[in-house]
């Protein structure tokens, strides 16, 4: 198994988690890796073309050039003792299905895959990987609610709901906030707030919003998108 340089990253690191081996060093697995990296995480970073993993050899703790179709190259890397893989093939359907297999088969603990479409979502789920994503997909919902330009971020967190940030809405403006109304007539939630000059904190009953304010609201997208036009 490759040998990472672990007292070079622990003093500075970020995410607090077990090394992590990322196969397919792509747009998604690659910079993921990185920012694994970035955060003091151990990773290792195995793609089946030399001068993808050559690229990538000096910034990662390792990069490797090895056929994850194969089983036994898996077994000889050490995988299945490792806790933690993500599947970053994505658009080579039959080497992310083959690769995934192996994967379950080789009984690593908590195996992400990169899906293109949502049939190779379900085949990926019904193979046994433990969590599948979409980033195409979840990208392309993001960019839909950014374009009316009202909302400066959004993120879906879960099936109907989000958060977004923006400018507070001219009703959060009119009086001091009362989150029990604005949920009982919005279902809307007002997570927290900056103030031009400050830092994000929590927004409290009571408190009054400026203009210059950014604001951090929860809820249903389509709750959104209607109270960010009041």
């Not at 993808?52 to 050039?65: C, I, K, M, P």
């Not at 049939?119 to 994503?133: E, F, N, T």
């Not at 919005?186 to 994000?200: L, P, Y």
């Amino acid at each position: 198994m490759a040998n990472f340089p672990g007292a070079l990253l622990r003093g500075r690191q970020k995410i607090d988690i077990p090394p992590v081996v990322v196969i397919g060093l792509g747009r998604f697995g690659g910079s993921l890796a990185y920012e694994l990296t970035r955060c003091g995480v151990e990773v290792l970073g195995i793609d089946a073309d030399e001068r993808v993993a050559r690229e990538y050899s000096q910034g990662l703790s390792d990069a490797l050039v090895a056929d994850t179709t194969d089983a036994e190259a898996l077994r000889q890397l050490g995988i299945p003792e490792m806790g933690r893989v993500v599947l970053g093939i994505g658009s080579a359907l039959e080497a992310s299905i083959l690769t995934a297999s192996n994967l379950v088969e080789l009984g690593v603990a908590d195996i992400w895959a990169k899906a293109d479409s949502e049939s190779h979502a379900r085949i990926l789920r019904q193979l046994g990987v433990h969590h599948v994503v979409r980033p195409e997909h979840d990208t392309g919902r993001r960019v839909a609610h950014l374009l009316g330009g009202r909302f400066q971020d959004f993120a879906e967190l879960a099936d109907n709901y989000g958060v977004i940030k923006m400018v507070p809405p001219r009703t959060l403006l009119d009086a001091p906030l009362d989150p029990t109304a604005l949920w009982r007539t919005h279902h809307i939630q007002v997570v927290s707030a900056r103030t031009s000059a400050g830092a994000w904190q929590p927004v409290y009953p009571g408190a009054r919003l400026t203009p210059t304010d950014l604001v951090v609201l929860a809820g249903a997208p389509d709750d959104l998108e209607r109270f960010s036009r009041l």
